[in-house]
């Protein structure tokens, strides 16, 4: 049970803020009833035992055993999506719907073109239409936007850098401006994926790296994606908890921890919201940002992060400014972008110093 109200004003200043999300999975925007419009359009049959509404659906994301039960349908889920339209749509309804709701000023979105490789569509299918997705959103929205590709740890190295082949001109132009690894997590460590964090590497000396690590997997996760992958931010990171020296790490370095607190109550990593360490990580000064990791699974946008955390931990305007700010610092836009965020961030924090007093 939630122990501390969200008021109205409380919540019009959490959708004010001017808020980054580092981790949303594009596939993972797909709602019910974009899924079922899309399969019936493209011709999709799915699995027998499917669900076969948006209720019965709904009703099962409510049910999630672990990461891998959630995976399977999530990778159903991409099944439905063939064309750039597809891809561009489903982008679109993620960023329209965060811009006016949730009040988000910068996204940076991750995607996983191998589920779509693999079913036969195009590695330029999938970046076009996000692509347009993102450029759309810049220009009638107002909302910056950055697109991460993630290789799948389940598949093989040797696909992974496919993968990484197939991409190149997107790596080269920086289109795509980060890589990432997702999927699931403890069978599959790091140090399985080094050569295709060092060939992104070669393509474009400046990429960012980020990594899911630390969701399932132990601190070790996270340690060895720093050391071996090179990492520069950490998605999850939340089993940070188990070293201290690695909390000091993570603080000195400033690596941003992308954290996700719906999803880890619905893939069952933690069973309250209370017990996400984030006390512990304001108190090492380990900077961390909230996300929505996969919004139409999880039942909530990144807004709904917010005040789910609120209502949680009472944060104090000094705490939310401190979260945003750190936010703002780890994001991968460009210095410019980041003061324009901090001078909002500023009014917003002068304008609600005396509502929230
Ligand atoms: O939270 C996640 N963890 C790992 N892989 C994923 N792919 C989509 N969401 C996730
Ligand atoms: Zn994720």
């Known amino acids: 049970m939630p122990h501390h109200q969200c008021s109205e004003t409380m919540r019009n200043f959490l959708q004010e803020l001017p808020k980054c999300e580092h981790h949303v999975h594009l596939e ?15 011709n999709i049959v799915l699995p027998e035992q499917f669900p076969k509404s948006k209720a019965e659906l709904t009703e099962r994301y409510n049910n999630f055993a672990d990461l891998q039960d959630f995976l399977d349908f999530y990778y159903i889920g991409t099944s439905v999506l063939l064309t750039e339209d597809d891809f561009f749509q489903l982008a679109w309804n993620y960023f329209e719907r965060v811009a006016k709701n949730d009040g988000l000023a910068h996204t940076e979105v991750f995607f996983d073109p191998q589920s779509h490789t693999e079913r036969g569509v195009s590695m330029d299918t999938v970046v076009k239409g996000f692509k347009r997705g993102c450029e759309k959103a810049e220009e009638e929205l107002g909302i ?31 289109h795509i401006h980060a ?8 069978p599959f460590p790091p140090e399985l994926f080094v050569e295709c964090y060092e060939k992104v ?24 994606s720093l050391d071996l992958l090179n990492v520069k931010r950490i998605d999850h990171g939340v089993n940070s908890i188990q070293s201290v ?4 790490r993570l603080s000195d370095e400033r690596i941003l921890l992308s954290v996700c607190p719906l ?19 304001l108190e ?10 996969d919004p139409a699974y999880f039942g909530g946008y990144i807004l709904d992060n917010y005040i789910a955390i609120h209502e949680n931990f009472g944060f104090k305007i000094e705490i939310w400014e401190k979260i945003v700010k750190n936010s703002i610092h780890g994001s991968w836009c460009h210095q410019s ?21």
């Open 245 to 248: 020296e690695l909390l000091q």
């Open 201 to 224: 590497k070669q393509l474009h000396g400046s990429i960012n790296l980020t990594a899911h690590a630390g969701e399932e997997g132990d601190h070790t996760y996270i340690t060895n």
């Open 179 to 186: 890589l990432g690894l997702d999927s699931a997590e403890k």
């Open 144 to 174: 910056s936007t950055k697109l991460i590709m993630c290789l799948l740890r389940h598949l093989p190295s040797s696909h992974g850098l496919e993968t990484i082949n197939q991409a190149e001109e997107y790596i080269v132009n920086g």
């Open 28 to 42: 993972g925007t797909l709602e019910p009833e974009l899924l079922f419009e899309l399969a019936k359009r493209n």
């Open 284 to 293: 090492h000064d380990v900077p961390f940002s909230l996300n929505s990791d």
């Open 263 to 281: 999803s880890n109550i619905k893939l069952q990593v933690f069973k309250e919201l209370t017990q996400i360490p984030l006390l512990k990580f």
């Open 337 to 357: 972008r980041k003061d324009e965020l901090l001078e909002k961030l500023q009014k917003v924090i002068e304008k609600y110093s005396v509502l929230l007093e």
